[in-house]
Structure formats: structure tokens, C-alpha cells
């Protein structure tokens, strides 16, 4: 893993795209840790910057993101994880998380596939 640029932090940005439609699901980071991680378990890892603590994601509502393909840009400052996203990559209960798009306001646009309350009760939490 020579010549990827981390911030300072030590943290980069992960774009997370689902494998079949290509569709955005969302954008977290990683350390080198969680990327290791992601690289040996094939299953999404991140590094939570308001929790200050490695994650696997779905490790609290089971909707887990299996790792098909992952990519660097020409900077090599972002990564790409391409995967099969189970259920939903949202806490809020849409597939993806960029399911709102500008019209003159936000308007729902993505699918709504479980009930938030239900998975993780009042607090969200991944």
C-alpha cells in the first residue's frame, strides 16, 4: 500500500459504490487499519471520526457491504470500494444515502427498504 496519501489524521475519504448499479450508497473514511481490515475480511471497514473507533459496516443492523473491487484515484488520496450492498447502506432506511436531490428544494428521490426504529430503536448508530 506504498504511496497512498493519507490527511493528517492519518484518515482518507471512501467512496462506497453498489457493484451491480454502480448507484453511490454513501461516504465514509478509512485508516490504514480499516482498509487492511476491508482487504482481508472482504467486508466494509471505516474509521469513525465522531467515534474515534474502527467499524464494520452493518455491525449494528446486519446490512453488511461485501467487497467486490477496491480502486484508488490517479491522487491517490480516495478510495472506491465497489460491493454488494445487503439491505440498505443508510441508517435512515434508503438504499443509499444521497437519496434526496435539489429541485428547488430537497425532494426524496431514493427507496425507503426498512424502518430505521425498528433496526436500531431511537439512537442511530451505523
Not at 34 to 58: C, E, N, P
Not at 73 to 83: E, F, K, M, P, Q
Amino acid at each position: 500500500m506504498d504511496g497512498l496519501k493519507w490527511d493528517e489524521k492519518g484518515l482518507m475519504p471512501a467512496v462506497v459504490q453498489d457493484a451491480n448499479t454502480m448507484e453511490v450508497l454513501m461516504v465514509a473514511y478509512m485508516n490504514n487499519e480499516a482498509l487492511d481490515l476491508t482487504i482481508r475480511t472482504k467486508k466494509a471497514h471505516f474509521y469513525s471520526r465522531s467515534r474515534q473507533k474502527l467499524w464494520l459496516k452493518g455491525e449494528s443492523s446486519g446490512h453488511t457491504q461485501e467487497v467486490k473491487d477496491i480502486r484508488i484515484d490517479c491522487d491517490n488520496d480516495t478510495i472506491l470500494l465497489l460491493v454488494d450492498q445487503k439491505v440498505a447502506a443508510c441508517h435512515t432506511g434508503y438504499f443509499s444515502c444521497f437519496y434526496r436531490a435539489w429541485a428547488d428544494e430537497w425532494k426524496i428521490v431514493g427507496k425507503k427498504v426498512f424502518n430505521e426504529k425498528d433496526v436500531y430503536g431511537e439512537k442511530k448508530t451505523d
